[in-house]
């Protein structure tokens, strides 16, 4: 089922499916390394607004909440 | 003399490299028309010396910030291109890799952070890799310099690959992807007790409590340092200069010149702290009082910077952050002014946009209280008792997120997500983390002595020529009515732009009440930065940046001052 990487509770895993936006975005979400077809897990969500922890490939990113939300996983149900 | 470009992503231990190759003649400074600072050194290659260019971090040669579209530029300037790879994560790596010998330059592979890789279990085919890029590819370990010597010596077969092709960006992720395959092998791994502390100090409340503890001891490291240097170096060192400005004192005599150049004498003797002549306090306050404090900030700030902490510190701080319009790390500048606000606000250019800088800048200058100003409020209010201490750093908290809320609102432009990587915790290299320090310290040396210098000059000719009794009278109606204090503090608050240590010792005997200190003393604070932070605003933010910057200041003291009188004091 396709989830925003926002939607998705600490510890969850699933597969990178697409991005929300303009080339740019893409890119910069690839070049870090997260890639489409990449497994990832969330780390942590901080309350109150706060950004999201993820891990792909090992390494952990900090993203705000706002490209959180244009990120879209496969989770398994 | 040929150019050698270090590039790569950012966290890969490139400045660790960058020393080894060039030891520590290293000048740092801003890339031509840009806030970016770009470090360049010289090495010896067997042709003869060459410079090299320590390129910012940059994970594509697209950019997507003035950090990167600096590396994009510097990499036009290279004969010879060494792209440091972090071994830990080839598959990341290698995008900018293959982006670099698109453009047929000569090319070295630094297959950096190699023991690292292997302690991951993590294999790579050096051979195999070096055949399918097409140039020389080189394990190197930058902490131990382990590789370094095989480095140079191949950057003489530095050449075009003759395997990669201009393509597009789908087949080069696709390219990517065959790559790593074919030379890469991960041992599985479990996750190690060492990761789970890592990642307590990324999670919401774990992570709040290591970071309290981690900016205590950095405050307390600051203070241990600072004052050990002031103690054992600049203090020691002043001792020797008395002689000589006492003989200066005497050829001089009295008169004008002796008043600027030496100041008062107290029985005869030189007080470095208020004697306000320019050889005496003007040289005293900057580096035996400013100066120890830049260099313990700066070497902290180091420290946490390259044991990989600040990332996690930032993406903690961001919660807060973001809603004033910053990110996590709007927290650098904070840090950083409270030891001086000029240092502070060179930091602003860890944000991205125009918008973010211009809040920080603001609000740093409006409720950041640096050294200086901390210790003026101790001096004046701790001898009526801890609570109106707390009641000026209340105020100034209240300030600064009530001033960032609404800068975020009114001002206009973009203010970018945090977005970083967090790398793992590693030993800081001593060599580059010293390097880094001392870059920096030489930094503020020349944009900020020069300035705090020229303040105490200009303070003690204005005074002596009686101008600020005149600006005084014209601003006193405005103390009285507004802010319930005596004429008298107009003179110290007036002051207080050029020198807030000295308004201190003006405030003191006009016999206010503690609630009227408080309202003086915070107003200080907030009204107006020193002149030294002032010319580094201006530059920073523009003329109309800082324009603005002064008029939110003007603003809030009046609106503060004001609203303190009030509560404090009543009509």
């Avoid at chain 2, 004192?249 to 008043?259: A, K, N, Y």
């Avoid at chain 2, 004498?265 to 120890?292: C, H, K, N, R």
């Avoid at chain 2, 507004?482 to 006009?510: C, E, H, T």
Wanted: hydrophobic residues 50%; glycine residues 10%.
């Amino acid at each position: 089922m396709e989830k925003t990487l926002l939607e998705l509770e600490p510890g969850t895993q699933g597969t990178i499916a697409r991005f929300i936006g303009n080339p740019g975005f893409v890119r910069k979400l690839r070049t870090i390394g997260i890639r489409e077809g990449k497994t990832l897990t969330v780390v942590t969500r901080h309350p109150l607004g706060g950004p999201v922890v993820i891990e792909v490939d090992g390494r952990e990113v900090t993203l705000g909440r706002g490209m959180a939300g244009r990120v879209v996983v496969d989770v398994a149900e | 003399m040929k150019t050698v470009v270090l590039m790569g992503n950012p966290n890969v231990g490139k400045s660790g490299i960058f020393s080894r190759l060039t030891g520590t003649r290293v000048i740092t400074s801003n890339y031509a028309g840009t806030t970016v600072d770009v470090s360049r050194g010289k090495m010896h290659l067997p042709d003869g010396p060459a410079g090299v260019i320590d390129a910012p971090g940059t994970y594509s040669l697209t950019p997507t910030n003035p950090a990167e579209e600096v590396a994009a530029r510097i990499l036009g300037e290279a004969d010879i291109v060494v792209n440091v790879v972090d071994a830990t994560n080839l598959e990341r790596n290698l995008y900018l890799t293959l982006e670099t010998l698109e453009r047929g330059v000569p090319a070295v592979v630094a297959l950096n952070l190699w023991d690292e890789a292997g302690h991951q279990g993590i294999a790579i085919d050096v051979a195999g890799l070096e055949a399918l890029l097409g140039v020389p590819v080189v394990p190197t370990v930058g902490l131990s310099g382990e590789g370094i010597r095989e480095l140079v010596g191949r950057l003489g077969e530095a050449r075009p690959s003759a395997t990669i092709r201009p393509m597009s960006e789908e087949e080069r992720w696709a390219t990517v992807g065959r790559i790593t395959g074919e030379v890469q092998t991960i041992a599985h791994r479990h996750h190690t007790l060492a990761d789970r502390l890592a990642e307590a100090s990324i999670r919401p409340i774990s992570g709040l409590f290591i970071a309290l503890a981690v900016i205590a001891a950095a405050f307390l490291a600051v203070r241990w340092i600072g004052e050990g240097l002031i103690a054992y170096v600049f203090e020691p060192l002043f001792d020797l200069y008395t002689p000589i400005v006492m003989r200066a004192s005497d050829l001089l005599g009295p008169g004008i010149l002796h008043e600027i150049l030496i100041g008062r004498l107290f029985e005869g003797e030189i007080d470095y702290v208020q004697s306000m002549g320019l050889l005496t306090t003007g040289l005293f306050v900057p580096f035996a009082m400013i100066l120890p404090y830049i260099v313990a900030f700066y070497l902290v700030l180091s420290i946490l910077e390259d044991t990989g902490y600040l990332p996690r510190l930032a993406t903690l701080a961001d919660t807060f952050f973001h809603r004033l319009g910053m990110h996590g790390y709007g927290i650098i500048p904070v840090f950083l002014g409270f030891g001086c606000n000029v240092p502070g606000a060179l930091a602003t250019r860890v944000l991205e946009t125009k918008k973010q800088r211009f809040i920080a800048a603001t609000l740093m200058s409006l409720a950041i209280p640096c050294m200086a100003q901390i210790a003026m409020v101790f001096g004046v209010l701790g001898p009526f008792g801890l609570r109106y201490v707390v009641m000026v750093f209340a105020t100034l908290a209240v300030v600064y997120v009530a001033a960032g809320l609404i800068l975020n609102r009114v001002v206009p432009g973009e203010c970018p997500e945090i977005f970083l990587e967090i790398p793992p915790y590693r030993a800081p290299d001593l060599r580059a983390t010293a390097t880094k320090t001392w870059m920096r310290v030489r930094g503020f040396i020349g944009e900020a002595i020069p300035y705090l210098f020229l303040g105490i000059l200009l303070v003690n000719l204005l005074y002596s020529v009686g101008f600020l009794d005149l600006l005084a009278a014209v601003f006193a109606p405005v103390m009285e009515a507004w802010l319930g204090l005596p004429a008298g503090a107009a003179v110290a608050l007036l002051v207080g732009f050029l020198r807030k240590d000295l308004a201190v010792g003006m405030l003191v005997p006009l016999g206010m009440s503690p609630e009227q200190l408080v309202i003086a003393v915070t107003m200080l604070t907030i009204y107006f930065p020193c002149v030294a932070t002032f010319v580094v605003l201006l530059r920073e933010l523009g003329a109309r940046g800082m324009l603005a910057a002064a008029g939110v200041m003007v603003t809030a003291a009046l609106l503060v001052g004001g609203a303190l009188r009030m509560i404090l004091i009543g009509f």
